[in-house]
DNA sequence: TTGAAAGCGCTAACAC
DNA sequence: GTGTTAGCGCTTTCAA
């Protein structure tokens, strides 16, 4: 009925053992019995049963993502290239969306642990998950990826500096009215970006008026709020937006109000969507390395994979991955009035 | 060392079997053995190994998902849909991106089978791919997703009513004059919108002059090109994109070159993704009923999967799903100049 | 170079 | 209700 590998050394006239040794090379095999072993497969389309070999090797080849979700731009892109780095590694990946959700977090780990996945990859949501404790109980390596945790292992971005990148910027092109459009301040990452943005103004003496930051969700819609710095005194003469996302709908409504991107008024985002390069002009904003931070936690997760085999531990290592400012036509010098 | 069912078993003073069914319900079990199980089970802090489990019961209450990449809003979405829906049903995704390679899509299907997945939801690129032929060879299950395939079990839109429904919009709105901007030709869901769009048309006895279409990549980029009808004559009053991305792009050129959506160019598009309506105004546009997609395949796998253990045999089913047009607010009646 | 046998962790008859 | 036993399909000593 089933074709196992039983049904191949009997087809072959060997013991199974034999097949399993040509399959694996794990013991060299006589030309002769290696070729009537191929036709056996060949003529059953033969087809070993990984969960079997898992099982007995205990080791699946697979890895867990757990991803909050995958339609906004940056974590489908940081899935996207995990999957592909995975696949060139020949590990399958498992993907769990947790939606936000903090209980799901730890069922999708528990879940994984059961699978036996080798290793998880964990973008987890907020300061209140208790999935980085929930994560010592279980005896699979975890890495968190974007948000650095003391103590573990993580890949993220510096979003401290890529704020102070983009507050360079524009204060260099000679800005000193700046609008700031910031995601949810729970989220560590916007914070430290608006930290990062704030400081480093501050060093060129620049302040940011209370009127002139907008609070609220990390959306297109939220960017579209940006027409209330137009009626504003002074006006802002640039925009930093805590994501790309928020920073076209910005651009969307300026433009709708009859304002010129930059000629009227400068947008900065953050992330490097894939979109941005395509914007008309294309956006300035500060790139996460977001290949090199997928790159990096799957390099670090199966490196850890295959120390624990041979039960060495390494010191947990936060690595951080400097963000890179990508300066395109959305900013530009400011035209001074009395210049 | 590791712990199993049988050092649960031990630590209870019970045999496996009785863990077991404890476990699954498969035999009652009396309430103190239940107890001194649940006591060793939580001491231990044991967790059943799915993969054991699948392995005995040819089942591993998994599925695989084989898409182009999941950066394309609407596949990211139809991905994300689809990982609820089974996570719903406690089914584990195994997410394979092909990358639009045609060969990739082939070891992918070859891998989840080795894997045992219970089934696979194919989400394939182009009319060259092997995929179909290939997948008569593996005892799995397999839905398309996306693309009607004759013979086959496919869950996909009605493209060509999709088109037509746009193109009836823009005639009752007043349009004579309309622009195209056509993704890829080859795609076969675009072409079907093209021509349904154009079938429709005649249907009014409008024409679409060719200077009128515009051809490229389904990207946000190509809209950009709309700027090329601005100086045609005539020029047209509405344009129809086959997908939202390229109508987001050509939104944004349309505003920068002082053009207003929609007094002076309705736009539609088609998709309906998360963006479409968080544009200002929100894009009107023909959206494939994503989720119902998604749900229709799982549920359509899911009892499959079920049928082929008491070996009955539905037939083939092709499943299209109506597409809806939401009309917002980048379409308008168009305001004849001579009336 | 090949085969016999044991066992990965689990479930399911079947007997008690 | 509970235990014994026999596999699921594979790899891996170990012996021949």
């Known amino acids: 009925m089933k074709v196992t590998i039983r049904s191949v050394a009997k087809l072959a006239g060997v013991a199974p053992s034999t097949v399993s040794h040509y399959l694996n090379q794990s013991a060299p095999v006589a030309a002769d019995t290696a070729l009537s072993v191929e036709r056996a497969i060949a003529t059953l389309n033969y087809r070993v049963n990984l969960g079997a070999r898992s099982l007995r090797m205990r080791k699946t080849h697979s890895v867990g993502l757990i991803i909050p979700n995958i339609t906004t731009p940056f974590f489908g892109e940081i899935a996207e290239i995990i999957e592909n780095a995975l696949w060139d590694k020949e ?74 990148l983009a507050a360079r910027h524009l204060a260099e092109l000679g800005h000193r009215c700046i609008g700031m459009m910031c995601g949810e301040a729970e989220i560590r990452n916007v914070a430290e ?28 819609q939220f960017g579209l709020r940006v027409e209330e710095f137009l009626t504003k005194q002074p006006r802002p003469t640039a925009i930093f937006a805590t994501n790309d996302i928020v920073a076209v709908g910005a651009w969307l409504k300026l433009l709708e109000r009859g304002c010129r991107v930059p000629e009227d008024m400068s947008i900065i985002g953050f992330d490097n969507i894939e979109m941005s390069r395509f914007l008309s002009p294309p956006l300035t904003t500060v790139g996460q390395a977001t290949r090199e931070i997928a ?45």
């Open 91 to 164: 590990y399958q990946m498992l993907l769990c969306i947790s939606e936000r959700d903090l209980e799901r977090e730890i069922v999708q780990i528990e879940n994984l642990a059961r699978r036996q996945v080798d290793g998880i990859l964990m973008v987890y949501q907020g300061e209140q998950s208790k999935a980085i404790q929930f994560s010592k109980s279980i005896p699979i390596p975890i890495i968190f990826v974007d948000r650095p945790i003391p103590g573990e292992y993580s890949v993220a971005t510096d979003n401290f500096s890529g704020g102070q």
């Open 193 to 220: 970006r608006m930290d990062g943005f704030l400081t480093e103004l501050r060093r060129w003496k620049i302040d940011v008026h209370p009127d002139h930051i907008l609070h609220g969700r990390q959306e297109l």
């Open 295 to 339: 790159a990096k936690a799957v390099e670090l997760l199966l490196q850890r994979i295959n120390e624990s085999e041979q039960l060495a531990n390494i010191k947990p290592a936060n690595v951080v991955i400097p963000p890179a400012i990508h300066i395109r036509g959305s900013t530009a010098a400011l035209l001074r009035e009395r210049g």
